[in-house]
């Protein structure tokens, strides 16, 4: 921190509460969903509406001060040390036009309000995995949803940006404007998003849910997923994890410490249809649970299960053109049980619609892979260069088959987050065109703790 950051002697004149360290409620204020680091800025302004955004903006751009926003914490990349936190948790608006399929959602929203909310007009979000994600957070990273394979990133269906910019000033962005592609796929880099208007499917109902195989079945599970994704439809989107389960009460007692593969599914199609479809991988093995079925989407939370508690992570992936054998074999040895550090690892399957751009040119790069390989490290005693090593040889085993990184997937900070990293989640022609953008629209970097996209210097 700065000798300016540490001293601040006037503070933005905002409806929500301005806190600093020290005042009560100011950790409360920081705390996130990921607990490895936290945000510990000079001021952190809890928002009540976009005006508070735009004043909190203006008023660090005066005292030249840097900007970090958070919603939930999930996605918390470079810490502040200083400057200002703006916290969008209570910015919790959402409405829907449900004659356009359209919803607006404001900058604290989590995706399973948007999907409750949603449900009451007979369509649903393109959310991922996690009911307490931020929904803005998400779809600026790009949003590999449930249903990712058969409508294509969250951020391809969004239909206009109000966001503040450095110079203070709260704007309306729709395709076609400058920003608007570059805001999409990188974060907070542009400024302070305080809604999005987005696109709504008419999907009410799902089949889907979990089969989960015993250590012994793992590596056949795993093998059947893999010949099986070669040939589903596009409106069956899947993953395969594999972990050992941890020893805490929040696993039921006889899975403590088994290493297990899950397979997750959603589909669009009817019930008897996905029956269909999932056969051969219920004949693939015996199954240690099998919840697949027909399930209202306001459900689609037990589809991954996601941890919902707070905890430390740091995780890795790629982006990959195929999935031979080869690439599981050598990936199942590098995160088994045998890994030096647990780690939860696997696949989602993307292609379909993933792969098609829609009207707007956004900044979601790597349009051919076919899966995402990624291991997410457990909370444990092992240290962060263990955790690192490891997490950079399943990388370095991936690399075959590389076609490069998915931002939103990316977890942990410090060189986890630097320039290196964010630069491998584009093209090398996007990269440029956004630090050019950069170098306009936030010269001094202002918005710097994110995965950050360096204005260029002269
Ligand atoms: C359990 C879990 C499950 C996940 N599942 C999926 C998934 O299925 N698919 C997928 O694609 N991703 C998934 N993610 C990744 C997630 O989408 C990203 O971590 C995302 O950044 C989280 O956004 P957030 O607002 O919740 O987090 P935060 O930590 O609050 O924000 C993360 C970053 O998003 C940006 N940001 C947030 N709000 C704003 C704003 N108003 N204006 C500008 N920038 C903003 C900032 O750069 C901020 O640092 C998952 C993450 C976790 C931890």
Redesign the pocket.
């Known amino acids: 921190m700065t000798n300016r950051e540490s001293s601040i002697t006037e503070l933005p004149a905002t409806t929500g509460p301005v806190l600093q360290s020290g005042d009560t409620g100011y950790e409360a204020e920081i705390a996130?969903?990921q607990t490895a680091y936290t945000h510990r800025p000079a001021a952190v302004v809890a928002a009540a509406h976009a005006e508070d955004v735009r004043a909190a903006v203006e008023y660090a751009a005066r005292h030249g001060l840097p900007v970090a926003?958070?919603?939930?914490?999930?996605?918390?990349?470079v810490a502040a040390e200083g400057g200002v936190l703006i916290n969008?948790s209570r910015m919790t608006d959402i409405r829907i036009d449900a004659a356009s399929r359209t919803a607006r959602v404001a900058?604290g929203v989590q995706a399973g309000q948007l999907i409750d909310a949603a449900a009451a007009h007979g369509l649903a979000p393109l959310n991922?995995?996690?009911p307490s994600?931020?929904v803005?957070?998400?779809t600026?990273?790009?949003?590999?949803?449930l249903l990712a394979r058969e409508f294509g990133y969250a951020a391809d269906h969004v239909r206009a940006i109000e966001m503040v910019t450095a110079d203070g000033r709260l704007r309306r962005l729709e395709p076609g404007d400058e920003l608007f592609g570059a805001v999409l796929g990188t974060?907070?880099n542009f400024g302070?998003?305080t809604a999005l208007e987005i696109e709504l499917m008419p999907v009410t109902t799902v089949y889907g849910g979990q089969l989960q195989f015993d250590t012994r079945y793992v590596p056949q599970a795993l093998e059947a997923w893999r010949l099986w994704t070669s040939d589903v439809p596009d409106e069956l989107t899947s993953a395969i994890s594999m972990i050992t389960l941890p020893d805490i009460p929040q696993v039921p007692e006889h899975l403590r410490g088994r290493y297990t593969a899950t397979i997750s599914i959603a589909f669009t199609g009817s019930q008897a249809e996905g029956e269909r479809l999932v056969a051969p991988l219920r004949a693939a093995a015996d199954r240690m649970a099998d919840d697949l079925r027909g399930m209202p989407y306001v459900d689609t939370h037990e589809i991954h299960r996601?941890?919902p508690h707070p905890h430390p992570y740091t995780a890795t992936n790629a982006l990959l053109s195929e999935l031979p054998a080869e690439a599981t074999d050598a990936f199942l040895e590098v995160t088994g049980p045998e890994s030096t550090v647990p780690v939860v690892a696997g696949f989602r399957h993307l292609g379909g619609a993933l792969r098609r751009r829609g009207p707007a040119e956004i900044a979601v790069d790597h349009r051919a892979a076919e899966y995402l390989g990624r291991a997410i490290s457990l909370p444990g005693p092992h240290s962060d260069a263990a955790v690192r090593d490891r997490l950079d040889l399943v990388r370095k085993t991936l690399q075959p088959w590389t076609v490069g990184h998915n931002l939103?997937?990316l977890y942990g900070g410090g060189s986890w987050a630097d320039e290196a990293q964010t630069r491998e989640g584009y093209s090398a022609a996007t990269y440029d065109r956004l630090a050019a953008l950069k170098s306009s629209y936030d010269p001094h970097n202002l918005f710097r703790?994110?995965r950050n996209i360096r204005p260029r210097r002269g």
Request: net charge negative; charged share 5%; aromatic share 10%.
């Open positions: 996130g969903f926003v958070q919603a939930t914490g999930h996605g918390l990349s969008t900058a991922g995995s996690s994600v931020g803005v957070g998400y600026l990273g790009g949003g590999v949803g974060g907070g302070v998003v996601d941890p939103n997937f703790f994110n």
